[in-house]
């Protein structure tokens, strides 16, 4: 965790590589994969010495024993994408490197990390033969990562291969087929979703979920600010290997329902890893805040967005809560605090009441916004949502 707070500290200050070369020779692979992860943050920072986490970087892709290890060396490589305004002498190299890497993986885990590394950052990377293979690539991860390539290839020839897609088994693969011809075409992508698209079919309509709802505490106040006597800190981190720094401890966590007005979704909540941030949203559940109020954002193989009391993303509950930035991935399904924004850059220490659910992984926030829980149940509902619907009423269930 030390090596980890290194890299948190490279969003504001300069640190030296040093340390975070030292962690990715350890022997541990829990330590290699906290430098992997810290190494990523001065290298989007554009630090001048990165150049020296290239090499070690490509190794672990290649050869690290732990896949853990070898997935977020491609996240980490991904940062070397090159900027407008600061151009990469290392991105041809990481982009190589992550395109070779993926032709010869066969972990799901990293292979999805490895397409989710080229979408993203280096599109230019794979011919166009191998962009194909990945659009009919098994794992639905895989498939909307290289359309997502596609798409940014601006190349026409590539939309014979996308096109089949919008009759794919998978909704989030049929969705992100068409958001890929659109912007083939010269479109853009969606950016608020207020219908399904045409042709693309929803995942049917879950069973009502009856799992009973705890009762509702009576005399707790207007909402406020959580403080340290709110926070849980009964479950402990229990850290050895790479696994333990991406999921929850051992026992049961508290749960809440999100019911809205296609279904419900049940979300797992880790307060060994943001305890304030789990506290916060556990104390707008009791009060009732959350009823009622609309998935004002939703964005196509991206995000579905809540908890404004305006329903427009410009209001929250007149606070904010610190930080808690943790290791846990933004990958599909894990529930996460929004931010206020300055221009482009998400503002520290600004989260309120506003949440999201990743709909697809989205590893290039892990930089900067806490991961508090995850989807347990319900996963499907995020494709049946538009922006005119509700959450119903949201409450906590039993630990689980």
């Known amino acids: 965790m030390a090596v980890y707070g290194v890299g948190l500290l490279s969003d504001s200050v300069r640190v030296p590589v040093s340390p975070i070369v030292a962690a990715l020779d350890d022997r541990a692979s829990i330590v290699r994969a906290a430098g992997v992860d810290a190494a990523q943050r001065p290298i989007a920072a554009h630090q001048a010495d990165t150049a020296r986490l290239l090499l070690p970087l490509v190794a672990h892709l290649r050869r690290d024993p732990d896949p853990i290890v070898r997935a977020r060396a491609a996240v ?17 190299a990481a982009g190589a490197a992550i395109a070779a890497a993926f032709a010869a993986e066969s972990n799901r885990t990293v292979r999805w990390h490895e397409a989710w ?53 998978s909704w989030r693969v049929a969705e992100e087929a068409r958001e890929g011809l659109r912007r083939l075409g010269g479109g853009a992508r969606t950016e608020h979703l207020s219908a399904i698209p045409a042709g693309v079919r929803t995942p049917p309509p879950p069973p009502r979920d009856m799992t009973p709802a705890l009762p509702r505490p009576h005399g707790l106040g207007a909402v406020r600010r959580p403080t340290a006597q709110d926070a849980d800190v009964s479950i402990v981190l229990q850290l050895r290997d790479a696994a ?6 051992p026992g049961p966590h508290p749960r809440v329902r999100i019911g809205t ?20 949203f556990l104390n707008l559940t009791d009060r009732g805040y959350y009823d009622g109020l609309r998935w004002f954002r939703i964005v196509p193989n991206f995000v579905v967005q809540t908890g404004d009391p305006h329903n427009n993303g410009d209001g929250d509950a007149g606070y904010t809560i610190p930080a808690e930035e943790n290791p846990l991935e933004q990958r599909a399904g894990v529930i996460s605090m929004g931010l206020n924004y300055r221009g482009n850059a998400p503002i520290r220490d600004s989260a309120g009441t506003q949440f999201y659910i990743t709909m697809s992984p989205q590893l290039h926030l892990n930089r900067s916004f806490t991961v508090f829980g995850e989807v347990e149940r319900g996963f499907n509902v995020l494709g049946r949502l538009v922006e005119s619907d509700r959450m119903t009423r949201v409450e906590r269930l039993g630990p689980g």
Do not use: C
């Open 117 to 169: 590394a080229l979408g993203r950052a280096f599109p230019a990377a794979p011919s166009r033969a191998e962009i194909r293979a990945g659009l009919a690539d098994p794992d639905e991860l895989v498939r909307m990562a290289f359309i997502d390539a596609a798409a940014k290839r601006h190349d026409p020839r590539l939309a014979v291969a996308i096109a089949p897609l919008r009759n794919d088994r």
């Open 244 to 249: 333990s720094l991406d999921g929850p401890a």
């Open 76 to 92: 980490a490589l991904a940062a070397f994408a090159p900027a407008p305004l600061a151009p990469s002498a290392q991105a041809p």
């Open 261 to 280: 007005t296609k279904g419900a979704i049940i979300v797992r909540l880790y307060p060994e890893w943001a305890p304030l941030t789990v506290a916060n």
